[in-house]
């Protein structure tokens, strides 16, 4: 992986797993708001804390004040300038293939990314196939992100495995292992 900071990212978003598997809301919440502290990415799987039966606004709500608490420091000594990173467009990403130039710095990619993962996750949640919502983040992020590397595939594999550990195929892992296989095999892009 190349960031610990995402392995960091990562292992929160397990461990929201495993509380919606124990419905253990407020740890579920506490979890992925503190990936979001981590990784802005893990924005994409907020709809975990919608997950456990009968919370989910308190889950939302609690996430929400946990997520904002450790910014607000930065936000009072900045006065409200904080700058969104924008990066440019590379060759091998998802936008250069859905028609943006390369170089282009696209200030809706990051807003897109959420409006596209945060309602396929509630509708994952709302069908109570919670386990998808690693799998549609990444997706959704490796597909509409400015710079795709190679280590945001991490992130697709461990969804997979968490899809198969929640609903197996008769070869236990078969989702992941071809995850794999196809992420070996296929060009970067």
């Given at each position: 992986?190349?960031?610990?900071?995402?392995?960091?990212?990562?292992?929160?978003i397990?461990?929201?797993g495993?509380?919606?598997?124990?419905?253990?809301?407020?740890?579920?919440?506490?979890?992925?708001?503190?990936?979001?502290?981590?990784?802005?990415?893990?924005?994409?799987?907020l709809?975990?804390?919608?997950?456990?039966?009968?919370?989910?606004?308190?889950g939302?709500?609690?996430?929400?004040?946990?997520?904002?608490?450790?910014?607000?420091?930065?936000?009072?000594?900045?006065h409200?300038?904080?700058?969104?990173?924008?990066?440019?467009?590379?060759?091998?990403?998802?936008?250069?293939?859905?028609?943006?130039?390369?170089?282009?710095?696209?200030?809706?990619?990051?807003?897109?990314?959420?409006?596209?993962?945060?309602?396929?996750?509630?509708?994952?949640?709302?069908?109570?196939?919670?386990?998808?919502?690693?799998?549609?983040?990444?997706?959704?992020?490796?597909?509409?992100?400015?710079?795709?590397?190679?280590?945001?595939?991490?992130?697709?594999?461990f969804?997979?495995?968490l899809?198969?550990?929640?609903?197996?195929?008769?070869?236990?892992?078969?989702?992941?292992?071809?995850?794999?296989?196809?992420?070996?095999?296929?060009p970067?892009?």
């Amino acid at each position: 992986l190349g960031h610990a900071d995402d392995v960091v990212a990562l292992t929160l978003i397990a461990l929201a797993g495993r509380a919606v598997v124990t419905n253990r809301w407020l740890m579920a919440s506490l979890a992925v708001a503190a990936a979001i502290d981590t990784k802005p990415w893990a924005f994409l799987v907020l709809p975990l804390v919608a997950a456990c039966a009968g919370t989910r606004l308190r889950g939302a709500a609690v996430a929400a004040v946990a997520t904002a608490l450790p910014w607000i420091p930065f936000i009072v000594s900045q006065h409200g300038h904080l700058a969104s990173v924008n990066l440019p467009v590379t060759a091998d990403s998802g936008l250069h293939y859905l028609g943006v130039a390369v170089g282009a710095t696209p200030t809706w990619a990051r807003p897109l990314q959420l409006a596209v993962a945060l309602p396929l996750g509630a509708y994952a949640v709302a069908r109570h196939r919670w386990y998808l919502v690693p799998v549609i983040a990444f997706a959704v992020r490796i597909n509409l992100d400015p710079v795709t590397v190679p280590y945001y595939t991490t992130g697709v594999v461990f969804g997979l495995f968490l899809w198969d550990a929640m609903r197996p195929l008769r070869a236990w892992g078969g989702r992941a292992a071809i995850g794999c296989i196809a992420l070996a095999l296929l060009p970067s892009y």
